[in-house]
């Protein structure tokens, strides 16, 4: 599998998924998918994400093989960089679940 460096956590009490540059495309800047203003966990939420991350991802492996001849090097890095979004989707939701019911505790 191509390899991906990791952008970091995200930031701002969950507010965006960073996602790194890939190794092939060191030059492109890491994108960022907005998720402040949905809930991950509900299945409107889930759904924003997913249409935000396929954008974020094509936006992203389109200029980052903009260069390249042929689909391969492009169907490669949507692989790679779907990956590494879901890897933080799931990061993410687990921490804002746990959040989510130390409020709940809290708040009895």
């Not at 960022?32 to 994400?49: E, H, K, M, N, R």
């Not at 001849?69 to 790679?80: D, E, I, Q, V």
Request: with cysteine; charged share 15%; glycine share 4%.
């Amino acid at each position: 599998m191509f390899k991906a460096t990791l952008a970091g956590v995200a930031t701002l009490a969950l507010a965006v998924i960073p996602v790194a540059a890939l190794g092939t495309a060191a030059h492109a800047a890491p994108i960022t998918i907005q998720t402040a203003d949905i809930d991950t966990l509900s299945p409107q939420g889930v759904q924003a994400f997913h249409h935000r991350a396929q954008a974020a991802a094509r936006k992203f492996c389109r200029d980052a093989t903009a260069g390249q001849r042929g689909l391969s090097a492009r169907a490669h890095c949507m692989n790679a960089v779907q990956a590494e979004i879901a890897e933080k989707y799931e990061a993410r939701n687990v921490a804002l679940a746990a959040q989510r019911q130390a409020n709940t505790l809290a708040s009895r």
